[in-house]
């Protein structure tokens, strides 16, 4: 089966060279079922044609793509939203990601890296391009340096754990994450372990908003 999406953006030509892609090279599994240009015509087509994984841009008429998301998941909490956006500040992604969104992605990523996203979101995973995973683990070191720049012992992950968190917000699970780091899968489970057990953390969801929270604020 297919993966269906919904693509929304105010320019078709994104709209357009998304959907070639996608007919080039992943048509047996994705298909385009709609598209949109605003946030209410995406809920409108929810209603009655919901698909599998949202594709939407931050910035349309009528309704944004933020607040699209979030009264998405207030129609469907299990909804799977990928923002694709130009925007890659750090406030950004940080209200997507609160909003509800399971992925966010520059317009200027791979047509293989939009392929893939969408998989890993519709697998029920998050999903941050390698830019805005950089960000994040950079802002984290840099908040957590300017805060206590002579203590790094008293920071509560190490940077090894942080370098973890980092594969796991691109999306990787824990025998990927091994490989990368070549070092072995029961290490990697015991530090995903350590990690929760020092965040009081329980399960992705909440090490991502934890993640979001530490490393990529602004306000």
């Known amino acids: 089966m297919s993966i269906k999406i919904i693509l929304a953006d105010d ?48 910035t349309m008429p009528v309704l944004n793509g933020i607040d699209a998301t979030k009264r998405l998941m ?33 317009k200027e990523s791979s047509a293989s890296e939009i392929i893939n996203a969408v998989s890993v979101v519709n697998e029920g995973k998050y999903y941050l391009s390698p830019h805005i995973s950089k960000c994040l683990v950079e802002g984290y070191l840099t908040r957590s340096e300017a805060s206590n720049p002579t203590k790094k012992e008293n920071m509560p992950i190490t940077q090894r754990e942080i370098e ?13 994450i091994a490989e990368k780091l070549n070092i072995s899968f029961k290490t990697i489970l015991r530090h995903r372990n350590n990690i929760m057990k020092k965040l009081g953390i329980h399960n992705l969801a909440g090490l991502i908003r934890y993640a979001v929270k530490e490393g990529i604020s602004n306000l």
């Open 74 to 106: 207030q129609m469907d909490p299990k909804s799977k939203i990928i923002i694709l956006s130009m925007h890659d500040d750090r406030a950004s992604v940080e209200k997507a990601i609160k909003s509800g969104a399971r992925g966010y992605l520059l």
């Open 164 to 176: 973890i968190i980092q594969l796991i917000v691109e999306g990787l699970n824990s025998r990927e």
């Open 11 to 58: 320019h078709n030509v994104v709209i357009d060279g998304i959907k070639a892609v996608i007919e080039r090279i992943a048509k047996n599994n994705i298909d385009v079922i709609e598209t949109a240009h605003n946030g209410m015509e995406v809920l409108e087509i929810a209603k009655n044609n919901p698909p599998d994984v949202y594709v939407m841009d931050i």
